[in-house]
């Protein structure tokens, strides 16, 4: 029976070679008695292996009685059976006293050795028993102490029943010491008790002789081992279950403590109340609007708002969605705060209740962030060009100290006209106080104000700005096939390509080449446009990087290697631009960045 629930109806010919090989005459009565075993208690197995969906354990109170039912059952069905078969052999006795006696007999071994063989059975196929706590037997000191005591109980039963012929009663004593074991240590220490037990009982009649009526004994060691798998699966299982309780709360104690530190604030609220009452709300959101937790605490969320999101909320709770909006929450001392909600339900267990969980995000604080973020990669930019316009600066210094020694040797001299030299004097200076004002541009807050711009100059006057910072195996070509007029300033348009050209340069270490393309864009296009294209034979992307690309702060650089904001500025610019930005990429492809910009006119 332990076997077919282990392993199923694979090994069913092992069970069947085993039922007749064991202590078989081959006599009419011998195969019979293996039919009827086999067929009996091979198919109690399967139907306790489909009952308990087990391959292992009785790992469940609900297992343990099926365990049980199936058990009474089967060991019934075969006693019939048994009585049908050696009633006309044993004529002294009639068919209730057989079908008793088997299952009687049945019973108790099934009780006794089925939980032992379905722990010995399933750690030979799993050579595991982790999983199993409670339920299998633990070997400890008190489990030993548990063990001798009833020994010593089944001794003194057996010696009271055998000196004052109380014909079995006496073993009433040893269910103390079983019941004192299960109670402590759950259904393991049932099987291990009901082991000692009858092995107990059956060496002491054994050895001692007969006292009492040893069906009688049978009978009432059946009630202590079915008494004992109950008890013993009843704590387990509520041992299982305290355990799990503590792993919950365990957890809910980390989950809240991770909560209540998150820098963005949380709220939970009570969304069958139409006020939305929170009922908890993380340190952050408290720091936020720059009240105590105990205060905010079962305050009405829409009693923070100022009026005009109301609707929106409830119809987003009515619905049980998930959205997002932008609201004005009143802060301490009357201050207002721009708040970004995200709302999503919490499903309760019970129909109908249902809680929802409130994120907030100081938009002011959010967006100063993001500013101070895109400064930063401005600098980050500023200083990877420090070194070209050093050098640009350089180049133009040289001749203007050469020019100015040479105007002053030239001076007084009859004849000699200087003023070439000083018109290139003057020339180098403007092309000098030229490239500050775009680097100066470039590091300032704003980008000046928006002129009717030549594109092609723009971008060609760029990729110059940037040659020089980036390094000298890189190969950068230009190919300017279209001309007109753009609303932007220059620093636009060098930030732009910056921005381009750097990505481009790190996708191929440095020692790729980069195609700068200016042409008109399609002609089925609502009004003229300018595309310009920045593409790169580097490593490419996947679509997962792709699709991410120009999300503030999302960077596959190294931590401390950039920001992730480079690519998000050149978005915005082109946005404001009112134009639009397309990425062609491939894994070991390249990459091509595509940037369409609405033609204007000269009086803009």
Known sequence: MAFCTVYGPSYFPAVILGAFLYDNTFTI????????????????????????????????????????????????????IAGLIFQSYWTNSTFADILISFWIGDLAGVLLAGPTFLILFSWLRT?????????????????????????????????????????????????????????????????????????????????????????QLQVLLIMIDIAALLIGATISEQTATEQGLRISEQRHREVAAAVHASPIGTTIVDATDPDLPIVFANDAFCRMIGQDPDTVRHLPLLDLLVPGSHQHIHRVVDRLERSSCEVTVRGAQGSLIHDRLTLAPIPDSQPGLVSYLVLHEDVATTRNRERLEREREKLVALGQLAGGVAHEINNLLHPMINLAAEAEHLWGQDGQDARPHLRMIRSCGAKAAEIVRKVLGFARQGTGPRVALDFADAVLAAVDFNRRSLPPSLTIQTRLDAGGLILASPTEVSQVLTNLLLNASQATDGRGAIMVDLDRADAASASPAFRLSVTDNGSGMDEAVRARIFEPFFTTKPIGSGTGLGLSVVYGIVKDWGGTIDVQTAPGKGTCFTITVPETGPDK
Request: proline share 2%.
């Open 29 to 80: 009565l011998d195969i019979s008695s293996g039919l009827r075993h086999i067929s009996v208690y091979g198919s109690a197995g399967f139907l306790l292996r489909r009952f308990i969906n087990s391959n292992t354990l009785l790992i469940s109170k609900r297992h343990v009685k099926i365990f049980l039912s199936i058990s009474c059952l089967s060991t019934f069905l075969s006693s019939t």
């Open 127 to 215: 050579r595991s028993l982790a999983e199993a706590g409670g339920w299998v037997p633990q070997l400890s000191g008190a489990t030993a102490l548990g063990v001798a005591s009833i020994i010593v109980f089944a001794i003194l039963a057996f010696c009271v029943d055998a000196s004052l012929g109380t014909n079995g009663k006496a073993w009433f004593v040893v269910l103390f010491p079983v019941v004192s074991m299960v109670l402590r240590f759950g259904f393991g220490s049932a099987v291990a008790a009901i082991i000692v037990v009858n092995i107990t009982a059956v060496l002491l009649f054994k050895t001692l002789g007969h006292a009492g009526d040893p069906a």
